[in-house]
């Protein structure tokens, strides 16, 4: 794995918090090493590609994988890790650089914000969709989203799933699973009680 140190203060603006962070990207031989299991590409399989990079943060110990350019607020709910107090707005900045050659970042970052925090925390997190319960759009009765877990037949991996169920019956299409994830977390969906089931 390719690395590079970077640390992060707040200092010059009236803060008083210091991050260090690793970045991480797979060598080339990496990306051509195959499973002991099924033989396929390891890192292709598991869906991460080139743009992802890993994030960790070395005063805590914790980090996770990204893909620059979403929002690293969700991004960060998502994975759940704890954090120093300079690790979402280290992010954000890391969102907006040219990451294909580490060596022309800078060792040492200046956040312009000086919201400070004595001790580092753990995300909450967006909401987790439950396998085998219902949900629904706030204020909207249909359709009723049904997520489902199982897995691949042929290859064995576990599989996600989202479906739509209608007023008539029918059920339809995949849903973003992680962007239904990130609507619970805001309230944006809601799960149904057990006495609505029945009459979803």
């Known amino acids: 794995m390719i690395t590079k140190f970077i640390e992060a203060t707040n200092v010059e603006c009236g803060g008083m918090n210091w991050g260090k962070f690793m970045l991480g990207r797979f060598t080339a031989d990496e990306w051509k090493r195959r499973s002991a299991v099924d033989e396929r590409v390891q890192l292709n399989a598991r869906g991460w590609t080139p743009e992802h990079i890993l994030v960790m943060d070395l005063q805590t110990g914790e980090g996770a994988i990204f893909k620059p350019g979403g929002s690293p607020k969700h991004d960060l709910d998502k994975h759940k890790v704890w954090v120093c107090p300079l690790f979402e707005p280290f992010l954000k900045w890391l969102y907006t650089q040219d990451l294909s050659d580490f060596e ?97």
Do not use: C
Request: proline share 9%; aromatic share 8%.
């Open 104 to 200: 022309k970042l800078p060792a040492l970052v200046n956040i312009p914000d000086p919201t400070s925090a004595l001790a580092g925390y753990r995300r909450e997190g967006t909401g987790q969709l439950k396998p085998g319960r219902r949900y629904r759009m706030r204020n909207v009765k249909w359709p009723v989203i049904r997520p489902s877990e199982g897995v691949h037949p042929l290859s064995g991996d576990p599989v996600r799933a989202v479906f739509y169920e209608w007023e008539n019956g029918s059920v339809s299409g995949f849903g973003d699973w992680d962007k239904l994830e990130a609507q619970l977390g805001t309230n944006e969906i809601e799960e149904l009680p057990d006495a609505e089931l029945a009459n979803a």
